[in-house]
């Protein structure tokens, strides 16, 4: 088994798989991480879909022409839900309040879905695994998702996990710099120096894409990534959330 230090400094995306299939025991090691997961108030909103059907795999490939869901041995949904303590409380004669029509309920429904699916991250890697972090399947076509994966009110999908036993060993991207990162008691105000950091970094980036291997591109960090705000700026994840029970107000 990995050291916690190699799972986390050592990780990277892995979307070939070979076709093995991750040992029972190390499933349970992942769902026990999972499990104990910290969570806003022990409240636990959150679930997970365990996926290891081929064909819908395949058809969530189809969908998102992401290779690593149908290579992958299993794929993990995360979910906010707040499904369950509904449907208990309404059994106990609770009232339960509008607490999904803030965006407060929203951000610890995602938050508690993220910080699982890292415990899982960390304890796949852990044992060996590959694992690649999936968030298009948040995006792509919600309604359809929800449907497919027959999610009930107060539940929605956050992220998908792919995993299993890895074919290939991506290089290590590189990260933003410590000082970029770290802001020592207020935000750092030395607004020019970090910006040439940035520069910096973004022509790393580059330089990486241009000899990484598997496959290289021109890419820069900072364009790159505008991009992708540019596309996301067409998604309609507001619509998507109130018809799965989120009317967020407030």
């Known amino acids: 088994m990995k050291s916690v230090k ?3 400094l050592e990780r990277t995306s892995v979307r070939r798989y070979e076709r093995e299939a991750i040992p029972q025991e190390t499933m349970d090691f992942i769902y026990d991480a999972i499990r104990n997961t910290p969570t806003s108030y022990n409240g636990q909103q959150f679930s997970v879909i365990d996926i290891d059907d081929q064909s819908l795999k395949e058809e969530l490939y189809m969908m998102t022409n992401q290779k690593q ?22 059994k106990k004669g609770f009232e339960v309040p509008p607490f999904t029509n803030t965006m407060d309920a929203v951000t610890i429904g995602i938050i508690d879905a993220s910080l699982a699916m890292m415990s899982a991250v960390v304890a796949a890697q852990s044992c060996g695994l590959g694992t690649n972090c999936v968030g298009y399947l948040r995006t792509v076509d919600p309604k359809r998702l929800a449907e497919m994966l027959k999610l009930p009110k107060g539940v929605f999908v956050v992220c998908g996990l792919a995993m299993g036993i890895p074919r290939e060993q991506p290089d290590l991207k590189p990260k933003q710099p410590a000082s970029v990162v770290f802001h020592k008691n207020c935000y750092r105000q030395d607004e020019d120096k970090m910006v040439e950091e940035m520069e910096a970094y973004d022509d790393i980036v580059k330089q ?19 991009d992708y705000y540019r596309h996301a700026m067409e998604y309609r994840i507001l619509d998507y959330l109130r018809d799965q029970g989120y009317d967020v107000k407030r």
């Open 6 to 8: 190699e799972s986390l």
């Open 69 to 90: 869901l149908k290579t992958c041995n299993r794929l993990l949904i995360f979910l906010s839900d707040y499904n369950k303590i509904t449907k208990l409380a309404e």
């Open 208 to 226: 990486y894409n241009q000899t990484r291997a598997g496959g290289t591109s021109t890419n820069d960090w900072c364009d790159h990534i505008l």
